[in-house]
């Protein structure tokens, strides 16, 4: 599976951003799939996962409420809207798939994308 990131960029506090994944070489029907996020010394962390059962959502406490994940199986893309950005949100956003029902973490998905960055910023 290969996935291709874009949407990210700069953006003042309170924008918005959508992400979009776009996966090919298999459907993403029956995939987890995840956006993780990593600033510049930090190590990456998760941000929110849809599972491939169901389509349940779940999201970190620092962003719930604000991100919205989604999938369009028909297009093999998952989108993040992102709210109420804060310069915090700044960090290299990457997008992954995985098999498992559900996952958190970075060792429950199996491929990954390149990410692409995004810099909330006056």
């Known amino acids: 599976v290969q996935l291709v990131e874009s949407g990210g960029g700069l953006v003042q506090p309170g924008g918005s951003l959508r992400l979009s994944c776009a996966a090919s070489g298999r459907t993403i029907a029956t995939l987890t799939m995840g956006w993780f996020r990593q600033a510049p010394g930090k190590e990456r962390e998760f941000v929110a996962g849809i599972s491939w059962i169901g389509n349940v959502t779940y999201y970190a406490d620092s962003v719930k409420g604000r991100f919205t994940i989604s999938r369009d199986n028909a297009k093999n893309t998952v989108y993040l809207q992102m709210n109420s950005l804060k310069p915090e949100d700044t960090a290299a956003y990457y997008c992954?798939?995985?098999?498992?029902?559900?996952?958190?973490?970075?060792?429950?998905?199996?491929?990954w994308g390149q990410g692409t960055q995004v810099t909330v910023s006056s």
């Open positions: 992954a798939a995985g098999s498992r029902i559900s996952s958190r973490s970075r060792g429950g998905y199996d491929y």
